[in-house]
């Protein structure tokens, strides 16, 4: 049995066979074909944060493969008045077939690992955000071609997405350039274990010189909402606009996980312009889900 906790719980071969993989499930549901290859399976959805992309592509996903997903919202489930994480864990793990899971600690999420026994998928924690990270991956690769040998660079907050950026460029084997304001580094653990593959920079420019991928993240993560006027403040010269993506490729790519704020992280002129694919970024999450699901349960 696996888990999807972290990109880098599975192999750089598996990662890359379910990018493929979610290429032509995306052509085969273009093309109408239908795939019940889930049928009876059931997928439990924990969500103790919002979401729009997540939990629509996890649950018209299930759909699409002739299963069924389940929404489990903290404010329903004894979870989230205080029941013992493990024995969640043992309970939902014996009624459903794999546990998805957005929740603020991602040891909660190694702890249902360890106690339910079905694939858990993280869905978003603190640290990470790895079912973005597979869409990413393919959206590059539908435009642009393989990202191996390629230079990206995350502009903004080390944070959860930041964070899978650096797993993902060892597990995909491109370079990293990383730029963010003095206190808001990724963990230090993060630098040292993937220090091969990633570069610390204080100022976006430089971070961004000749790459072929430009990408970034709100300045207040949910949960940081109360920070948002000191985040706002340290991150001023981070903000992704026509300016800073002069010092790229000129056929470099813009990518942002959403959901964003425009005038704040990244100005209309880029999220809206020719270089961004942020929505082919967005309807992957269904395709590259899909393929991690059968991946994972069939
Ligand atoms: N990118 C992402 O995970 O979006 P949601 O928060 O809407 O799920
Ligand atoms: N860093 C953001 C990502 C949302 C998809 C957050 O954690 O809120």
């Not at 491109?174 to 990724?186: H, K, R, S």
Request: with cysteine; aromatic share 8%; net charge negative.
């Amino acid at each position: 049995m696996k888990h999807f906790i972290n990109l880098d719980d599975l192999s750089s071969k598996d990662l890359n066979q379910i990018i493929d993989s979610a290429i032509v499930l995306k052509k085969q549901h273009k093309s109408g074909q239908i795939n019940q290859t889930l049928a009876h399976k059931t997928l439990a959805m924990i969500f103790d944060k919002s979401s729009t992309r997540t939990r629509v592509s996890f649950e018209a996903g299930m759909a699409q493969l002739g299963g069924h997903a389940l929404f489990l919202s903290n404010r329903d489930i004894q979870l989230g008045r205080g029941e013992a994480i493990v024995d969640s864990a043992i309970v939902i793990g014996s009624m459903v077939d794999a546990i998805l899971m957005r929740v603020s600690s991602h040891q909660d999420i190694n702890t249902f690992a360890q106690n339910a026994n079905v694939p858990i998928i993280n869905a978003l924690s603190d640290e990470s955000h790895p079912c973005q990270l597979l869409a990413d991956m393919m959206t590059y690769k539908e435009h642009k071609g393989d990202i191996q040998g390629k230079t990206v660079a995350w502009i903004g907050d080390g944070n959860n997405m930041c964070h899978t950026y650096m797993q993902a460029a060892q597990a995909f084997n491109f370079t990293l350039n990383i730029a963010t304001p003095e206190n808001y580094q990724p963990y230090p653990s993060f630098m040292e274990k993937y220090a091969s593959h990633v570069r610390l920079f204080t100022d976006a420019q430089s971070a961004c010189q000749a790459v072929d991928l430009i990408v970034t993240d709100v300045w207040a993560s949910m949960g940081q909402e109360d920070e948002q006027k000191k985040r706002a403040l340290a991150f001023k010269d981070f903000q992704v606009n026509d300016a800073l993506m002069l010092h790229a490729k000129s056929d470099a790519a813009f990518m942002h996980c959403l959901p964003a704020h425009r005038g704040e992280e990244v100005s209309v002129s880029v999220i809206d312009g020719k270089q961004s694919l942020v929505w082919n970024e967005a309807e992957n999450r269904l395709h590259a889900q899909k393929a991690l699901l059968l991946y994972l349960l069939s």
